[in-house]
């Protein structure tokens, strides 16, 4: 039995739509399916309009008998709750319903997500339907699993309107009480805009200069849990009538918007959508790193890859397919890094609509086409690596990921405004991955003491509880490497007393004296040979002892990355971007630590290759070095077509 849900082994499968279709078109999509393994279809994603078609009137008799179609091919139905996609009459009727953007643009019915989150005409509908579907079809054989609303926040995260800024003073007033309390966090002393009452306080609408940075960042948090707030309210529902189906909303990879760590807490597994680019040599990279994530979002635990493209998407500028090989060597890789199954958008691809050069499992070419054959291919190699599921991918080195770190971090006004999460995460991410080091993420106030070493590649806001954390477990042995512009703000966005890096600055034994950022396209080269782009800082050491210094530029001589030995461990401290020599000062954090708990400590691939043999002690007799060794090299082999073809294949035949 799968970890996930009750369908056994890696579950396979995709969206199926079949709204877009006539009845008899459904025989062959169910016969088709059963055909390709297709073990898990995702219905009901865009129904609302169909199953209600206006606000008394409901339509399931087509739903029944899609369900008992499928049910009676063996595939197992993952149920969507159908709330992404308002229908007009509920827009027409209740214009409210509608955002509003910063500018006070209403947007427009005729996409998709057109609802504000604070909405209650919205909820009341959303949660009205969640209800009759889950009432109807809580003991029906085919479902196994909840699909609840769709990406939240794919594309609105926010709204301005009148009831969200209800809304959002109500979170506020719950944060900090009096209004006292915000004016202090939100430093109103500056420019006047000290608050005598809460009713004074509106959303961070387009404004003639800067807006309060606190506002924003308390802006952010609120944006992502008001749409927590919806999700919790369905899952509320699902709960009540279906205790023990499974529930679980399709994640977006590492998304800005929304606090992935406080949403994974209300998933019984993680789900995500991942749409790595064929034309991005380095897909696989971005690929590797989102898929970490999602294993981590909930300690290890197997998720789900619930969304994925068969070859090329439709939303890009320009849309290249996956060459032959490419979609079985991406869905091994995510296997690899803890899938316990793979899904696609969607089953059948489109005529109409916004989506209709979407790849799909079955191409509009139909069973003659090249992506037809592969989809029966793949569906075939996945049962056989059956016994995958349910085993778990380990790490010993950690990176820290804070939304609230992240979204401080690329506020405006600030030294650069070059300074953006992803870019400044990417070098420490791919230098590891191709070291073969397998990586866990994990939020800044977890105990870090299970890895051999913690990462930072930034930190900007940094809780004083949270950098206590970090200082007794490098006290305690522990490595820490900690990347630019890290511990400069408190939870508030107020700059830490005495300046960077605030409550490290006795664990990194110095003190930034100023940040000095590197002009666009200007480079300072460091006595190592290594270059900096974007970003550099004075520093002055108190106990570090220097490893690298800055050998061109404003801060030629002074020193640029440093060791500070605390207890029986180490913290080092990049003050500068590296974005093609960080893995360099891996390696040498790796070299200062001996074999002790320093990064990659037992040589290089021996993370990821005891956390491969650990999923190939899953696999029962001489078949599982061969699995391990397919599924754990998939994501460094090239992404060449002709290549990948070449990753050994298991044994058809265990
Ligand atoms: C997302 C959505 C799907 C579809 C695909 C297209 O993942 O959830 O409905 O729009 O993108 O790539």
């Given at each position: ?53 206006g ?29 992404a ?24 019915f ?5 609802y ?8 009341n ?31 609105v ?56 940075p ?87 635990t ?19 397919p996956k ?6 060597l991406?869905?091994?890789?995510a ?23 979407h ?26 690596l ?8 380990t ?10 770190a ?6 405006d ?36 003491t299970r ?100 050998a ?7 020193p ?48 990821q290759d ?14 599982g ?16 077509g ?13």
């Amino acid at each position: 039995m799968s970890r996930l849900t009750r369908v056994e082994g890696l579950l396979y499968g995709g969206d199926y739509n079949p709204e877009q279709w006539p009845e008899e078109v459904w025989q062959e999509d169910a016969a088709l399916m059963r055909e390709a393994g297709v073990s898990l279809a995702t219905v009901g994603v865009f129904s609302w309009a169909r199953l209600q078609p206006g606000p008394d009137a409901w339509d399931f008799g087509w739903f029944d008998r899609l369900l008992d179609l499928l049910h009676a091919h063996g595939i197992a139905v993952d149920l969507a709750t159908a709330t992404a996609s308002p229908p007009a009459w509920l827009v027409r009727a209740h214009p409210d319903v509608l955002p509003v953007t910063a500018d006070g643009v209403r947007l427009e019915f005729g996409s998709r997500q057109h609802y504000c989150p604070s909405s209650p005409v919205y909820r009341n509908a959303a949660l009205t339907l969640t209800r009759k579907l889950a009432e109807r079809y809580g003991d029906h054989p085919a479902l196994a699993l909840w699909h609840v609303h769709n990406e939240y926040g794919d594309h609105v995260t926010e709204c301005f309107c009148p009831r969200s800024a209800d809304h959002f003073r109500a979170w506020l007033r719950d944060r900090y009480g009096t209004v006292d309390g915000l004016n202090h966090a939100w430093g109103t002393g500056f420019w006047s805009q000290r608050y005598g009452t809460y009713d004074e306080i509106e959303p961070p609408r387009t404004a003639p200069g800067p807006v309060n940075p606190t506002q924003l960042l308390d802006w952010r948090r609120f944006c992502s849990d008001a749409l927590l707030g919806l999700h919790r309210a369905e899952r509320a529902v699902l709960a009540e009538i279906t205790p023990d189906v499974p529930a679980t909303t399709n994640f977006m990879s590492m998304f800005k918007p929304l606090d992935y760590w406080k949403w994974a807490a209300h998933e019984d597994f993680v789900s995500d959508d991942a749409y790595p680019d064929p034309a991005d040599p380095e897909a696989h990279v971005t690929a590797s790193l989102n898929y970490d994530l999602m294993r981590s979002l909930k300690q290890g635990t197997p998720w789900l890859l619930m969304e994925q493209a068969p070859s090329a998407v439709s939303w890009r500028p320009v849309n290249v397919p996956k060459k032959p090989g490419l979609q079985r060597l991406w869905s091994l890789q995510a296997v690899a890094r803890g899938a316990d199954g793979v899904l696609y958008f969607q089953w059948r691809a489109s005529r109409a609509g916004a989506e209709k050069y979407h790849s799909a499992l079955l191409p509009h070419g139909g069973t003659a086409s090249r992506g037809w054959r592969e989809t029966v291919r793949f569906g075939a190699e996945l049962a056989r690596l059956a016994e995958v599921a349910g085993s778990r991918v380990t790490a010993d080195v950690a990176i820290v990921l804070d939304w609230d770190a992240w979204w401080a971090l690329e506020a405006d006004d600030h030294p650069s405004a070059r300074m953006r999460w992803p870019e400044l995460l990417r070098p420490w991410y791919a230098a590891l991955h191709a070291r073969g080091v397998t990586i866990d993420f994990v939020p800044p106030h977890a105990d870090p003491t299970r890895y051999r070493a913690v990462l930072a590649p930034n930190l900007h806001l940094l809780r004083t509880a949270d950098a206590a954390r970090l200082t007794s477990y490098v006290r305690d042995g522990g490595h820490l490497v900690c990347g630019p512009f890290s511990g400069v703000v408190d939870e508030h966005d107020h700059i830490h007393d005495g300046g960077a890096p605030g409550p490290l600055a006795d664990l990194l034994g110095l003190r930034v004296d100023e940040f000095w950022p590197v002009p666009d396209g200007d480079r300072v080269r460091l006595a190592s040979g290594a270059e900096a782009t974007l970003w550099t800082e004075w520093i002055e050491p108190t106990t570090a002892a220097v490893h690298d210094s800055y050998a061109t530029g404003p801060l030629a001589g002074q020193p640029a990355v440093t060791r500070n030995q605390a207890g029986e461990g180490a913290a080092w401290y990049l003050s500068c971007h590296l974005p093609d020599a960080v893995g360099d000062v891996l390696d040498r954090a790796h070299r200062a630590a001996g074999r002790g708990r320093g990064p990659d400590a037992g040589g290089p691939g021996a993370a990821q290759d005891a956390a491969y043999a650990q999923k190939s002690r899953m696999i029962r007799g001489g078949v599982g070095p061969a699995i391990a060794y397919c599924v754990s090299r998939t994501d460094t082999a090239p992404v060449d077509g002709v290549r990948c073809a070449a990753v050994p294949l298991p044994p058809t035949q265990p």
